[in-house]
């Protein structure tokens, strides 16, 4: 078993930025692919971003491309998204995942944090 705890998120103006943070239980993490994903009011989650086991590959969802950073530091078990330029449209709850499996473009993941609410005013 694998516990998620998002934070970092909150209210910010159009155009500001936000860091997540998601922090993982377990002695495991530097063998886990972790992803962001989004959910906002009334629609599906999707994807949002994600990062290999080492750190060294990540993969964007289009519309957050050079936006949004994901990264992660192995030693504090923790995986981040830097978000800049952010817009209305990023408002949702956004939650972090992981998966033992390889393949930062998969969207299969085993363990799903909470999440922290991102709310972007215009």
């Known amino acids: 078993q694998v516990q998620l705890v998002a934070s970092g998120g909150g209210l910010v103006q159009a155009g500001g930025s936000l860091r997540l943070s998601c922090a993982a239980s377990?002695?495991?993490?530097?063998?886990?692919?972790m992803g962001w994903f989004r959910q906002a009011p009334g629609k599906e989650r999707e994807f949002v971003a994600a990062i290999s086991s080492s750190g060294s590959t990540t993969y964007y969802v289009n519309f957050v491309k050079g936006r949004f950073t994901i990264s992660r530091d192995n030693t504090k078990n923790t995986v981040y998204l830097q978000m800049n330029s952010l817009n209305p449209e990023d408002t949702a709850v956004y939650l972090c995942a992981a998966d033992a499996t390889t393949g930062v473009n998969r969207n299969e993941y085993k363990y799903w944090g909470q999440g922290t609410q991102v709310t972007v005013s215009s």
């Open positions: 377990g002695r495991s993490f530097s063998s886990y692919r």
